[in-house]
Nanobody, 123 residues
Framework: QVQLVESGGGLVQVGGSLRLSCAAS????????LAWFRQAPGKEREFVAI????????QYADSVKGRFTVSRDAAKNTAFLQMNSLEPEDTAVYYC????????????????WGQGTQVTVSS
């Protein structure tokens, strides 16, 4: 079992920055990929970014490439999503997710989810 807890969301103006954290407990976190998803009101949950196993590669949605950076601190069992140059379209609830085997971009394949943290970008 893995438990995930997100934090760091909030209200920010256009062009601002936020850093989300995802603290993990349970199984050895560093062996699993860690993905970030977001869901805006009335929309489906969408992939944002993923960092593969410890020290692994990263992948981003086109909509956030160049603005968001995903990282992880294995010693602290925590992953981060640094979000810069935020836009109103980034407003959503952000979730982190992990899975023992899956390392892709489909949300339905992930077994473990955090509770989500709200990010609101005002114009």
């Amino acid at each position: 079992q893995v438990q995930l807890v997100e934090s760091g969301g909030g209200l920010v103006q256009v062009g601002g920055s936020l850093r989300l954290s995802c603290a993990a407990s349970g199984q050895t976190f560093s062996r699993y990929a860690l993905a970030w998803f977001r869901q805006a009101p009335g929309k489906e949950r969408e992939f944002v970014a993923i960092i593969k196993r410890s020290g692994g590669a990263t992948q981003y949605a086109d909509s956030v490439k160049g603005r968001f950076t995903v990282s992880r601190d294995a010693a602290k069992n925590t992953a981060f999503l640094q979000m810069n140059s935020l836009e109103p379209e980034d407003t959503a609830v952000y979730y982190c997710a992990t899975d023992q085997f899956y390392t892709g971009t489909y949300s339905r394949e992930y077994d473990y989810w955090g509770q989500g943290t709200q990010v609101t970008v005002s114009s």
